[in-house]
């Protein structure tokens, strides 16, 4: 990894549709290095997938809800079990197992809060958990999808510059 390669993942982190041609162009490269370049971070796994972010008032999932979740059962075998059991629910965004007084923090989103007790209700129906707690977002002030780049480890140490 360069600092060329850091500007694509810049780049493509803004937009993923962008061009080939136009993300070289931008970083100063001809068209076929910038693609193979680009696939190199896809078969190494830098780059995990490419995706379209959606308005959540467009699709009606406007309500986020932070569900910490603990547990009396610390197995692998329930964990196995539990992460299945989130799995299966859409509304479920991220998954986490925290350090802490939280075993484990769900970020869920759904239409409104009735939707979000219909979920909680076939969540605990599901598994065993020993208690739930439900923090409601009141406003979204920071939301981003993007990765800082400045902390990757790149192969020429003076590239930290851009």
């Not at 493509?12 to 068209?31: H, I, N, P, R």
């Not at 759904?110 to 065993?128: G, T």
């Not at 800082?148 to 480890?153: A, D, G, K, Q, V």
Request: with cysteine.
């Amino acid at each position: 990894m360069d600092r060329l390669d850091r500007k694509i993942l810049r780049l493509l982190q803004e937009d993923s549709t962008l061009a080939v041609a136009d993300l070289a162009k931008k970083v100063g490269l001809s068209t076929t290095p910038c693609w193979r370049r680009i696939q190199k971070m896809e078969e190494d796994g830098v780059i995990k997938r490419r995706v379209a972010i959606l308005d959540p008032e467009k699709v009606n999932t406007k309500v986020t809800v932070f569900v910490s979740i603990r547990t009396a059962t610390h197995s692998i075998e329930w964990l196995r079990r539990f992460s299945e059991v989130v799995a299966e629910f859409p509304e479920v965004v991220e998954f986490y197992r925290m350090s802490g007084d939280v075993d484990y923090l769900l970020r869920v989103v759904v239409p409104d809060i009735a939707a979000y007790d219909a979920f909680y209700k076939r969540m605990i129906a599901k598994i065993e958990i020993r208690d739930v707690s439900s923090a409601f977002a009141m406003e979204q002030i920071k939301y981003s999808t993007q990765l800082p780049l400045e902390y990757m480890i790149l192969e020429n140490a003076k590239s930290n510059e851009d």
